[in-house]
Structures are given as structure tokens and as C-alpha cells.
């Protein structure tokens, strides 16, 4: 009975990988009401944020110096994903490689999250304060905003 209740519960751990296709790299991260993309080029954020010509070459090349490393680490992750993948599809399951499968995972998840803070951080030492409460503020693009009003248009 608890083999089969470990299986149901890593089951279901696992579902989320097998759910979506592998997906390309996704943009520079989206922080707290973080449009995505290289946001600080789009000429509505530049006039609303008042970003100057030298903050946009700065947070350029802080994302020019970490997009390597995450185009990497989402390369990594959806490897990792995947060889997970025939370990669960196996007639046989084999908790001896399907467990250190799952904590490769879950450290590849970890370390794309961590490459993503440092980008986050790279690009908020570039803003003031002033510019960062007002990004903060905005409701990212994709999400309704809190007066239940549908998401912005870019």
C-alpha cells in the first residue's frame, strides 16, 4: 500500500513536466508588475518610467551578461525534464534512478530561479527608486489588474 501511495504522490509531483511541450527560453524574467521582454527599450515603459539613454545601454548589457548563462540553464532543466520522462514511462518504475532524477530536476529549477534573481537584481540597481516603485505598481501586461479590469495592451 505505501508503494503504491508513493507512486500516486510522485505521480503527481511529476505531472507538470509531462504536461507542456518543452518550451524556448522564455524572456528576461517578469518581477512583481514586470512587463516581460527587454521592456526598458519598448518606447511607452521608456516615457512612463523616464528611462534615460545610459540606463537602457546599462540594463542591456546586465541582460547581455546573463542571458548565456539562463539560455543554459533552461537547456539544462528541460534535459533534465526529460530524461525523467522514459524513467516514469517504464513498465517497470526504478525509484533508485527516478528519485535522483527528480532532485537533478529540482536543482536545475533552482539554479535557473537563482540565474533569474541575479538578472532581476542587476536590472533594479540600474533604476532609481522613484522608477522602481512605479514599475512595481503597474499590473504586469498579461494579468487583470487589482480593480478587476482587464490586462493592459502593449
Known amino acids: 500500500m505505501k508503494t503504491i501511495a ?10 507538470g513536466a ?6 524556448p527560453p522564455p524572456p528576461p524574467p517578469a518581477g512583481r508588475g514586470m512587463p516581460p521582454g527587454k521592456w526598458w527599450n519598448k518606447p511607452d515603459m521608456v516615457a512612463r518610467l523616464k528611462i534615460t539613454p545610459d540606463q537602457q545601454r546599462k540594463m542591456d548589457d546586465v541582460f ?3 542571458r548565456v548563462k539562463l539560455i543554459d540553464l533552461h537547456g539544462a532543466l528541460a534535459r533534465e525534464e526529460a530524461a525523467l ?7 517497470q518504475l526504478d ?6 532524477q527528480i ?3 529540482a536543482q536545475a529549477r533552482s539554479d535557473l530561479e537563482k540565474a533569474e534573481a541575479r538578472l532581476l537584481l542587476g536590472i533594479r540597481h540600474v533604476l ?8 512595481e505598481s503597474e499590473p504586469p501586461p498579461d494579468r487583470p489588474r487589482p480593480d478587476g479590469r482587464p490586462p493592459r495592451r502593449e
Open 6 to 15: 508513493a507512486f500516486a504522490l510522485l505521480a503527481i509531483f511529476c505531472a
Open 18 to 23: 509531462f504536461a507542456q511541450p518543452p518550451q
Open 64 to 66: 547581455q551578461q546573463n
Open 85 to 91: 520522462e522514459p524513467l516514469m514511462q517504464a513498465a
Open 95 to 100: 525509484d533508485s534512478k527516478i528519485l535522483p
Open 103 to 105: 532532485d537533478r530536476i
Open 128 to 135: 532609481t527608486p522613484d522608477q522602481w516603485r512605479t514599475l
